[in-house]
């Protein structure tokens, strides 16, 4: 992260990580540069690649210093959002307030495992 802070970056991007664990770790590293830290897990509406619930991945990454949570790739815009929605969800029962980024795929893949296209 240092050549990222040297060059006077506005946030940082964490994402395409498929365990909670990591991004956790991650964003425990970086959460003292400064700067606004988005955290994005590759994860479908079952969770991780351990299998913890999007809603405790979303907790999990707000309670570690991310600013911004939500999840990326993989799935398409509906399978997505439907993450975003459990992520959501959890946020409101913890009584936690963060803003939420979804990336999604730009194509349907319906046929997609529990990793996606």
Same mark, same amino acid.
């Given at each position: /992260?240092?050549? !990222? !802070? +040297?060059?006077? #970056?506005?946030? $940082?991007? @964490?994402? =395409?990580?498929?365990?909670?664990?990591?991004? #956790?770790?991650? $964003?425990?590293?970086? +959460?003292?540069?400064?700067?606004? @830290?988005?955290?994005? !897990?590759? $994860?479908?509406?079952?969770?991780?690649?351990?299998?913890?619930?999007?809603?405790?991945? /979303? &907790?999990? *990454?707000?309670?570690? %210093? /991310?600013? &911004? #949570?939500? /999840?990326?790739? !993989?799935?398409?815009?509906? #399978?997505?959002?439907? &993450? @975003? +929605?459990? *992520?959501? +969800?959890?946020?409101?029962?913890?009584?936690?307030?963060?803003? @939420? *980024?979804?990336?999604?795929?730009?194509? *349907?893949?319906?046929? %997609?495992?529990?990793?996606? =296209?």
């Amino acid at each position: /992260a240092a050549i !990222l !802070l +040297k060059n006077k #970056v506005d946030f $940082i991007i @964490l994402e =395409y990580f498929r365990n909670v664990e990591e991004i #956790v770790w991650a $964003i425990e590293c970086l +959460k003292d540069c400064n700067k606004p @830290l988005f955290a994005s !897990l590759c $994860i479908g509406p079952r969770g991780d690649s351990a299998g913890v619930d999007p809603g405790e991945c /979303a &907790v999990r *990454m707000a309670r570690a %210093g /991310a600013d &911004v #949570v939500g /999840a990326n790739c !993989l799935f398409d815009p509906f #399978v997505n959002l439907t &993450v @975003l +929605k459990k *992520m959501k +969800k959890r946020l409101d029962e913890e009584k936690i307030s963060t803003f @939420l *980024m979804s990336q999604p795929l730009g194509f *349907m893949c319906p046929d %997609g495992g529990r990793y996606g =296209y």
